[in-house]
């Protein structure tokens, strides 16, 4: 190969992300915004691949009927947000034999110690006293078998996993030091923007999908409900419209979810709202908030009555996973030292 040929080959392949998403409850305009929005703009420039993880869902109990319907519902909403299904790979985690095969060799690589430091684990465990079963705990192990088997660079993680990142790499590095470069070593990839919504009764908390439903406003709230729910909204006594999340978290949790929808700065929506009441603020914030998911909404409800379509989708992309996944699979099997396949 020429060095001109080399460097097209280097610039064609493009950098791999990976990003895996429990089909467990609903998702919520926090990860539209922080996450799932922000997705969309990378599939040009990356190979995307996000995989619905319904191994890593039943660490807890699942009710089976909502488990199976969940994933293909988690499928349209990120279809319907504005992902490509041709350009990026969206499939669940069951159909690719390879994740939970390479897990179980990188569990011979991990350490009890290690494990048993995971702050997930031991608030999981806290939170699930008589169901502390040994798939919760080698949790993080099944996640670095999914992030390693398509050699990826880059994994959006959110805080609460950069722990279970970390344990990645170690086990990467781990392998590759006995073995040779087998896995590429990943790192966190934190999106440049992404204003951080908040529980819209607790403003001083994350917006969380785990706590009541009045605390968040989920994509495929419908408009009465995203209005009642902005309308008993906390904010505060002093009847001012400015950003400031110290001290006025909830006025500025709202002003933050226009600005981040509305694509409008929110010094400049505090300005234009000035001796305005909180009335209005929640009623132009639900505006806005209804105007935002209302083409998502629209064609997840297409996308949702056509299983067939979903179906397909999955189907094809858990093949197309399944090649990729394979070949690391391979390499590792042979590296550890099982026959060869005739
Ligand atoms: N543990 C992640 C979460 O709960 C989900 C996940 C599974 C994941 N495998 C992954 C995230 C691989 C990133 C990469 O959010």
Request: glycine share 6%; charged share 25%.
């Amino acid at each position: 190969m020429t060095e001109q040929e080399q460097n097209v080959q280097t610039a064609e392949k493009k950098q791999v992300i990976f990003s895996g998403i429990q089909p467990s409850g609903t998702l919520t305009i926090g990860n539209y915004i922080g996450a799932l929005r922000n997705f969309v703009k990378l599939q040009n420039d990356y190979d995307c691949i996000y995989c619905i993880v319904d191994e890593h869902a039943i660490t807890v109990r699942q009710n089976p009927a909502d488990l199976r319907r969940r994933c293909l519902e988690l499928a349209a909403i990120y279809i319907a947000a504005g992902l490509d299904p041709q350009k990026n790979l969206i499939y669940c985690q069951s159909h690719v034999s390879a994740h939970a095969e390479l897990a179980w060799i990188l569990n011979c690589f991990t350490y009890m110690g290690e494990l048993s430091r995971m702050t997930q684990f031991k608030a999981k465990s806290a939170a699930h006293e008589d169901n502390i079963n040994a798939g919760l705990f080698t949790y993080p192990v099944l996640m670095a078998a999914d992030i390693l088997l398509y050699q990826t660079n880059l994994v959006p993680v959110g805080v609460d996993q950069k722990q279970h990142l970390e344990l990645c790499r170690d086990i990467a590095q781990r392998f590759n030091s006995v073995y040779g470069n087998v896995f590429t070593i990943p790192e966190g990839y934190i999106p440049k923007i992404g204003a951080k919504i908040m529980s819209l009764q607790e403003p001083e908390k994350k917006m969380s999908k785990s706590d009541p439903a009045e605390c968040y406003i989920a994509i495929l709230d419908d408009p009465d409900t995203i209005r009642r729910k902005i309308k008993r909204a906390v904010t505060d006594s002093d009847g001012e419209i400015r950003f400031d999340p110290e001290s006025k978290p909830g006025v500025s949790n709202l002003l933050s979810i226009m600005s981040a929808l509305g694509d409008e700065d929110v010094d400049s929506i505090a300005t234009r709202m000035q001796g305005k009441g909180y009335g209005e603020l929640k009623k132009e914030t639900a505006d806005c908030v209804i105007a935002a998911l209302e083409p998502l909404q629209a064609e997840y409800k297409r996308l949702i009555a056509d299983k067939a379509y979903l179906q397909n989708v999955i189907d094809t992309n858990a093949a197309a996973a399944n090649s990729l996944a394979i070949r690391t699979l391979r390499k590792v099997q042979k590296k550890v030292g099982f026959a060869p396949r005739g």
